[in-house]
């Protein structure tokens, strides 16, 4: 894309594209440019600017750039001189130059930076400059080398940032989602607002991350450093005992009288269902095959990692409060399939961190062979 006036992109996805000398996905070429909600990856320049090269006004908020990579400058971003780079919210993981700055590179230009991570890729300094290059560090930024931050508040160089691989974690673009241990989960209080040079960061549920969901997460709660909203801490699972419903009916409860986080089953014997397709948005498959329920409680609102492993190809699915077999979307909240084909070996079957929150009643079902936990 090339910008020669005024722009503004949003939930878009560059990708894959390339540039004989400067912005593989965008050049911003003495203009201004917005760009919200959106992943610029394994994008290339022969020059500079791998993923956009800013010779104008960039605002770019709440954005991954990942994989992208450059000859000379800036494998992620390069800002020219006497330009301006406003980075808010923003993640940046594996972007590369084989000369200066595989993150961002900011040459004579002048760059704000507030609430961003930055994971070093194969080459080049997360951030680098030249020597009239300005750097305004304006809060909460954190990147695992020792470049990127400038003594702002929350900010942290050397920090651990694991990241999953870019995937489609909600929302129009994929991204890489936060993954313990993590310095940029929590990292911002709750109830912070600060101006990154006019463009607002916040942690007070008035902002949303990439994928549309809110910071934070839990209101109350710390926000994240980058594009993606993960939950502070983890919390223990209560699980009650699980119950085998009829064809068409929902079923009864009983407690365990201690605390489980593990649990075994099996759907040989059980009834029939047609299960949705994976995904957090519910569309029905055509495939008709036996289901098991586990139905559980948490004592405590936090982040759950839901992990299945079972003997034959199967999928997992995730509802709140109830659950019916003959209408499969009513409290749907995600669905994951193991990916293979194959019966023969076991499988890890695992759903993205999810926002569970005590009070509630909550479902997990699979279906074909046996599950362990």
């Known amino acids: 894309m090339y910008n020669n006036g005024r722009a503004t992109v949003a939930e878009s996805t560059f990708s894959g594209n390339a540039a004989t000398f400067s912005g593989g996905g965008i050049m911003n070429n003495q203009a201004v440019l917005t760009v919200t909600h959106s992943t610029f990856s394994a994008n290339t320049a022969g020059n500079s600017g791998g993923g956009l090269d800013n010779n104008g006004t960039a ?3 709440a954005n991954t750039f990942s994989g992208n990579s450059a000859t000379v400058f800036g494998g992620g971003i390069r800002n020219s001189a006497f330009k301006t780079l406003i980075a ?40 680098q400059a030249n020597a009239s290059g300005i750097l305004n560090d304006n809060g909460y930024n954190l990147s695992d080398d020792a470049t990127c931050t400038n003594s702002g508040t929350g900010s942290a160089a050397n920090a651990t940032l694991n990241l999953r691989p870019l995937a489609d974690n909600g929302g129009s673009t994929q991204t890489h989602l936060p993954d313990y241990p993590n310095d940029a989960i929590g990292a911002i209080p709750n109830g912070v607002t600060l101006s990154n040079s006019g463009v607002t960061l916040a942690c007070n549920s008035s902002a949303t991350d990439q994928t549309g969901k809110t910071r934070p997460v839990i209101a109350g709660t710390a926000c994240t450093s980058g594009a993606v909203e993960a939950i502070p801490n983890y919390a223990n699972l209560t699980i009650i005992k699980d119950a085998t419903p009829a064809i068409g009916t929902d079923f009864d409860f009983t407690v365990n009288s201690a605390p489980l986080e593990d649990y075994s089953g099996t759907t040989s014997g ?101 599950l362990h936990q």
């Open 59 to 61: 605002t770019v908020s």
């Open 88 to 127: 808010t919210y923003n993640t940046f993981s594996g972007n590369s130059a084989a000369n200066s700055g595989g993150g961002i590179y900011n040459f004579s230009g002048t760059l704000h930076l507030a609430g961003n991570i930055f994971a070093a890729g194969a080459q080049g300094d997360n951030c």
């Open 270 to 370: 059980r009834p029939f269902w047609t299960r949705p397709n994976e995904g957090p948005t519910c569309t029905l498959s055509t495939v008709s095959t036996r289901y098991h329920v586990q139905a559980f409680v948490v004592d405590t609102s936090g982040g759950y990692d839901l992990f299945s492993e079972q003997n034959y190809n199967g999928y997992i699915h995730l509802y709140q409060d109830s659950f019916s077999p003959i209408d499969q979307c009513n409290n749907y909240l995600d669905g994951d399939d193991d990916g293979f084909t194959t019966n023969t070996s076991q499988i890890s079957n695992h759903f993205r961190r999810q926002s569970l929150l005590s009070g509630h009643q909550w479902r997990r079902l699979w279906d074909i062979g046996q």
